[in-house]
């Protein structure tokens, strides 16, 4: 155990955090932890707002992506089953080239170049409350044959490693939900839920909430689940299981190492994000931790396996910021300065010379083809987002942005002005039977009172940006002219959406 602990300035910074969440409005709980038990709770806001009932540590939300570590313990204990470096279409042979030669273990650790399955579903203008099932959704998979890179080249987050290697142990026999009530809940005596879709009733769930310009609104969603973000229980419930892992308790010794665990890539340097866990800095020391993000939930968690420690941060509204709490208050814990965001970078939209990619600097905020980090001083003129999930590492170089995104090469020049080219202009088809029409600056998807109009943004070279409302999400996609008569829609974790001009 390492003495510099000061539970008081920690206990301090979630108090200062919850305290802007009112009782007349949605909020979560943050949880400080050692081997011994809870060091303190605090809670803010409240469950629903139909009961107006506070927000305890007892309330339970959905965990979301933080489920993500707690599967991965279970391809551990099955790993005589399905190996890590099996690849995929040795599980599931319905899969098609490259899909089905990325590993087990790059579908898990973020470098398998899948598809994010939800973010498909947006490109073919299907919203985030359109019903999808398990089995129709592995068939559209299934139907895919381009990746967003080639696996092991870089590191950009994605849901659908998660729900492959979940339909191959459910082909053995092996649900998600029992190892869960098996092996965790019932040993540890604590309630957790793994459903399959978002309207299979949980005990005591509490409502999610998200903020638009007409105020708290409830969250829904329709996409199968998945063992990417399927579990929900209370913040103490969590705080157990991390207790246990910890601990190495109920056969779970090593388990953590195991999970957080760097994982190499193509060309040998290690990636920080492991198995559904990934390192945070501060100073000199790393600290292992992930997040979850559903609509209206939002989920993180910290652990230091040196001092047996950690926060965990659960709450119901959209727009709790779950690493940074988590983040300042192990910094106060463990007496550690904060990283400096840094404004080194000239503001401005960027995008590279040929592709779909774009990035745009504001202050400290970069979005790299619409996800949002922040920068921190990394010195020698180079700015950091810190980020195992989605490392971005640039510098001002020449009139231009040079770096790292994603570990790949980048290098982006000032967008300028452009217009819309006129051959965007038509009805594009894609064989999923989407489609859009152009007409001018303007590409309108959907039908009937769903259909949007939204601007198009030129960017030179057959490619421009328009902004996509869902329900509690806005998202700007590319779309990137790959010859007359063929287009791709890129956003951050769907990079490979195509479509064809109509006759």
Same mark, same amino acid.
């Given at each position: ?23 007349? @409005?949605?909020?979560?709980?943050v949880i ?10 605090s ?23 933080? %489920? ?26 319905? /899969? ?6 990325? &590993? ?14 939800? !973010? ?6 299907? #919203?985030?409350? &359109?019903? =999808? ?6 068939d ?17 987050? #994605? ?8 339909a191959a142990? !459910? ?16 040993? /540890? ?10 309207n299979?009733p ?10 638009? @310009?007409?105020?708290?609104?409830l ?11 399927s ?19 109920? !056969?779970? %010794? ?13 060309d ?13 800095h ?23 396996? @040196? ?9 119901n509204?959209?727009? =709790? ?6 983040? !300042? ?8 300065? /904060? ?12 995008? %590279?010379? %040929? ?11 970069? =979005?790299f ?10 010195g020698?003129?180079?700015? #950091? ?49 989407a ?9 309108s ?12 943004k ?9 902004t ?5 999400? &806005? ?11 063929? /287009? ?12 064809r001009?109509?006759?």
């Open positions: 155990m390492t003495d510099n602990q000061d539970w008081n300035a920690a206990s301090e910074v979630a108090e200062n955090f919850v305290s802007q969440w009112n009782g007349n @409005e949605p909020g979560g709980c400080g932890f050692d081997l011994s038990g809870l060091r303190f709770a809670s803010g806001g409240v469950e629903s707002l139909s009961t107006y009932m506070p927000f305890t540590p007892k309330s339970v939300v959905r965990y979301a992506s933080v %489920t993500k570590h707690v599967f991965c313990a279970m391809v551990l204990e099955n790993s005589d089953l399905i190996g890590f470096d099996d690849p995929l279409g040795k599980h599931i042979a319905e /899969l098609q080239s490259p899909l089905c030669d990325v &590993t087990v273990g790059q579908a898990l650790d973020m470098s398998g170049g899948l598809p994010d399955v939800r !973010e498909c579903l947006s490109l073919l203008g299907l #919203s985030v409350y &359109t019903e =999808t099932k398990a089995a129709s959704l592995l559209y998979l299934s139907r895919m044959k381009r990746l967003n890179f080639e696996p092991g080249n870089e590191v950009s987050y #994605s849901n659908t490693g998660y729900r492959l290697v979940e142990l !459910e082909r053995k026999g092996l649900r998600f939900d029992d190892f869960v009530q098996e092996r965790i809940a019932q040993p /540890l005596g604590i309630v957790l839920k793994a459903p399959d879709v978002w299979d949980v005990a005591g769930l509490v409502p999610g909430y998200w903020k638009s @310009e007409r105020g708290w609104q969250s829904s969603a329709g996409l199968h689940i998945s063992a990417s973000g579990l929900a229980g209370s913040a103490e419930a969590l705080v157990r299981w991390l207790q246990a892992l910890l601990n190495g308790e109920q !056969e779970f %010794t090593g388990v953590l190492s195991k999970l957080s665990a760097e994982r190499p890539m193509a040998g340097r290690m990636s920080e994000y492991g198995l559904g866990l990934r390192w945070s501060l100073g000199d020391r790393r600290f292992i931790g992930h997040g979850g993000s559903h609509p209206g939930y939002k989920t993180y968690f910290m652990l230091d396996p @040196e001092s047996g420690t950690g926060f965990a941060v659960v709450s509204r959209e727009d =709790t910021n779950g690493f940074k709490i988590a983040l !300042e208050c192990m910094a106060a814990l463990t007496e550690l300065s /904060l990283p400096k965001p840094t404004t080194n970078l000239p503001d401005g939209l960027y995008v %590279t010379e %040929t592709g779909p990619w774009w990035l745009e600097i504001n202050g400290s905020s970069c =979005t083809i619409d996800a949002d980090d922040t920068l921190y001083d990394d020698d003129g180079w700015a #950091s987002s810190r980020s195992a999930s989605s490392p971005v590492r640039l510098r001002w170089e020449d009139g231009a942005l040079v770096g790292e995104v994603g570990h790949a090469l980048r290098r982006f020049k000032p967008v300028g002005q452009h217009d819309v080219p006129s051959a965007l202009s038509g009805r594009w088809s894609s064989e999923e039977g489609e859009f029409v152009i007409e001018g600056d303007i590409l998807m959907g039908v009937g009172p769903t259909r949007q109009s939204m601007p198009l030129a960017l030179g070279n057959g490619r421009a940006l328009f996509l409302n869902d329900g509690p999400w &806005t998202k700007r996609i590319c779309l990137n002219l790959l010859d007359q008569d063929r /287009l791709e829609l890129v956003s951050s974790r769907a990079r490979m959406v195509e479509y001009r109509s006759i």
